[in-house]
Structure formats: C-alpha cells, structure tokens
C-alpha cells in the first residue's frame, strides 16, 4: 500500500511539473464595451481551440411560473438565428470540422465549442448570430416546448435519483429558488409565453451578463479583433435583479416519504452546506470524496462491500452560488429496508464526527483530488472549463492556480470539523422512496 503512494504522488508531482507550464500569466483579459469579459489562453500544441460561453443564468433566476426557462435557451438556441437557421448552427459547424454542447444547472448556462482554430471566425459569427437575433419562432418554440416536456416526463419516470431529488428539493429549500428543479414545473413549461421568453433571453443572454473563454492555438490579438468585431455590437442591458432570498436556517430533521413501484427503497440525504468558494469548500470537497470516491471510500467500503446494505452509494456536492445542499444517495439491496440503510449511513458521519479521519485517509483523497485537477487541464478543453468554472464560482480565474494549495492545507481536523457542523439532524432532510410506507 505505501509502496502504491509513494508511485501515486510520484506520478502527481510529475504531472504537477509538465502541467505547471502554464501560469497565471499566460493568461490574458480584455472586457468589450458592452461589458462581456473575455478570457484568452494561448496553447498550441494542437491546431485546435475551444470557445466556452458561461451566462450566468439557471433555475436559480426564475420564479414560479416561469420555472424551466433556462434550460429551455439551452435548445432553443440551436433553434436558429438570422443568418443561420434551425439546425444550421450544428450542420455549419460540424462542417467546419467542430461540435459543440451544452448543459444547464441551478446557477450557469454553458455553450461549449470545439474546432480547428483555422475556423475561429466562423464560431465568433455563429455565436454572436444566436447572441443576437436569436429565432422566436411560435412554430419552433412549441415544438421545443414538446421536446422538453417529453424530455421531463421520461427523465423523471426513469430516473429514481431525479425524482427523489426533485421532491426532497421542495422540501428542503423552502424560500431560495433553489427550491425547484433545474427542468421546471410540468405547468410552467406548458404555460410559458413568448413574451416571457423574449424578456427572459433579453436579460440573461445579454453581453454583460457572459463571460468567455477561449483557449487553443489561436492569437490573442486576433481574438480581441474578432470579439470586438462580431461581439461588442451586441448592446448591454441592464443588469439583471439579484438574488436576495436567503433560504433561512432549517431548525429541525425533516422527512419525506415518496410511494412509486421501484425494487427496493432508495434513500437521500440533503445537508445544508455553504456557496461555492466559501472556506469550508475544499474541506467539503475532500470530504465528499472521502465518503464514497473509489472501493475504499468510507460509506462504499462500510455500506457495500461489508455491510451489503446496498447496491448503490453516491454524494452530490454541487457548485453554487447561494448556500445549497449536500447529498447522499444509496439504493439499498434486496430485503433490506430503508431506516436499516438510514442507520447505518448516520452511523458512518458520526463516526467521523466523533473520531474523525486518518492522515492516510485524508492524503489518499488530496492525492485523487490532484490528480483530477491537473489531469483536467491536460486539455485545452479541460483548461477552458475549469477557467472558466474558477471566474463563475470563485470569482476569478486566477484561484483556479491556487486551488492545489487550498486543498493541501487541508487538515485531519477540518474534516471534522466541518463533518461535525453540517451533518447534523437539525440540518438534514431525508427522502425515502419506496412501494409503500412503513
């Protein structure tokens, strides 16, 4: 075992090393007019580049009516534009040699674009077309709004997790938008208009309210001409409102009960737990994986592989902007009811509460985590999203070269600490899934 460590944290400083080429200073801004900030990062050692386009909008900039919508610009914005068309945003770059995505969450919009660089001017266009004069087409949009409620009755009828969480969300978070989920109400998404869409777009797709990175082999000076040319004639709006619903202190356990036909009971824990880039982060961080990250994590180890208590063990500690929720989630094995798996789950937080973890234990978990860090910006896709991911939720991009640091000062007794302060009855709600209720 020691012998493996030691291989561990030889191939992490080696791969610190080859990684620790690109420094902060490498890095190069510029804000438009309008108030898009962009972010430059040079890498040539592929012809390619990568554009990622972070708007600060998700499920936490709706109210109840409208929930959903943010995730309905994710597809509507391949709903085409002035110059390009319905599905010409996808066929025009794929032709150009690229492809693209994107994902929605309780906080962020992301649109991911990966091409060769000799076609950056091509992704500048397309983006600022959709940016622009995006498509509101009555056609288009009910036959994305079918798409989306299809999308969500599938997903919630085959996901037991989404379910789950969806009820435990409601319970849980009582006052922040956090409260519902990320796809919306079934209502909602059949009662939207086209007027609220239209404000919708217009204030959260707004230049101000975006920030872009590119990272790849292109030049910096040929970016900055390139934004200013397709992306600063875009015009600012105002600001959009602030989110100023703090979701007050939970004062007692809360738990719900959720019938539906499923083999054996699932259950999930929901902890209270600060934003993203508070300084119980990394502590949280390392304990999330502490808990369940490969064979040897602490509920994997005790709850499946001694115990065979459950088939399935799972943490959840999403980035936010507002305090948000700690999860776990365990689906228990056959002929095993859910207060035995509850148990045994609560046994294994105290334990850490009350003994806390080994130096071994805690070193292994700094080492994982090193190591998906730096094997994250192997990539030029990697760097980009994690650029990016740093000036969303930290606040700069520039913490994302700390963040091996904070990690590493990470103590035995922060672990504990923080196990000690947020996993506790008063701050946890508990949601069983079962075919009926004991």
């Known amino acids: 075992m020691k012998a493996f460590m030691k291989l561990l944290i ?6 610190m090393a080859a990684i620790g080429q690109t420094k902060p200073e490498d890095v190069k801004t510029f804000q438009l007019k309008n108030g898009m900030k962009i972010i ?6 592929i012809p390619n580049a990568n554009m990622y386009l972070f708007w600060r909008v998700g499920s936490r900039n709706e109210y109840p009516g409208i929930t959903g919508l943010s995730h309905f610009f994710e597809h509507m914005m391949f709903n085409g534009a002035k110059k390009y068309g319905p599905k010409e945003f996808d066929r025009t770059m794929e032709a150009a040699g690229g492809s693209n995505n994107a994902y929605t969450t309780e906080n962020v919009t992301v649109y991911t674009d990966w091409f ?6 091509l992704m500048f266009e397309l983006e600022a077309d959709r940016i622009a004069d995006l498509n509101f087409d009555d056609k288009m949009i009910e036959s994305e709004r079918g798409v989306i409620l299809s999308e969500r009755s599938t997903g919630l009828e085959n996901s ?4 789950l969480n969806q009820e435990l969300l409601g319970v849980s978070m009582v006052a922040h938008p956090y409260h519902w989920p990320v796809i919306g109400y079934e209502s909602d998404i059949k009662g939207w208009q086209k007027k609220d869409l239209q404000n919708y777009f217009k204030t959260y797709y707004a230049p101000n309210n975006g920030s872009v990175v590119i990272v790849g082999d292109v030049n910096f000076d040929e970016v900055k001409k390139l934004a200013e040319k397709y992306f600063e004639p875009i015009p600012a709006q105002d600001a959009p409102r602030k989110i100023h619903t703090v979701e007050p202190n939970q004062l007692g356990e809360k738990r719900i009960f959720v019938k539906k036909d499923v083999f054996t009971p699932n259950v999930m824990f929901a902890y209270h737990v600060p934003a993203t880039g508070s300084e119980d982060f990394y502590a949280l961080e390392l304990l999330n994986s502490i808990l369940t990250s490969g064979n040897s994590s602490r509920l994997y180890s005790s709850i499946i ?12 500690f999403p980035q936010a902007f507002d305090p948000f929720l700690f999860f776990i989630y365990a689906v228990a094995n056959d002929g095993v009811s859910a207060l035995q798996l509850e148990n045994a789950i609560e046994d294994e937080l105290s334990k850490i509460i009350s003994e806390g973890v080994s130096e071994n234990e805690l070193q292994k978990v700094k080492n ?5 860090f730096y094997h994250s910006l192997e990539t030029i896709n990697g760097k980009a999203n994690t650029l990016g991911t740093y000036e969303m939720f930290f606040g700069d991009y520039k913490k994302m070269f700390n ?28 949601g069983i899934m079962q075919g009926e209720e004991n």
């Open 10 to 15: 030889f191939f992490v400083c080696l791969t």
């Open 116 to 121: 060769p660089s000799s076609s950056l001017e």
């Open 40 to 45: 430059v990062l040079e890498d040539h050692s």
């Open 305 to 316: 592989d001694k115990q065979q208590l459950a088939t399935d063990v799972e943490t959840y």
């Open 160 to 163: 037991n997790w989404e379910y």
């Open 368 to 372: 994982q985590k090193h190591s998906e």
């Open 403 to 430: 963040a091996p640091k904070d990690f590493k000062k990470v103590t035995t007794e922060d672990i504990k600490r923080v196990a000690a302060k947020y996993f506790v009855k008063t701050n946890k709600t508990i």
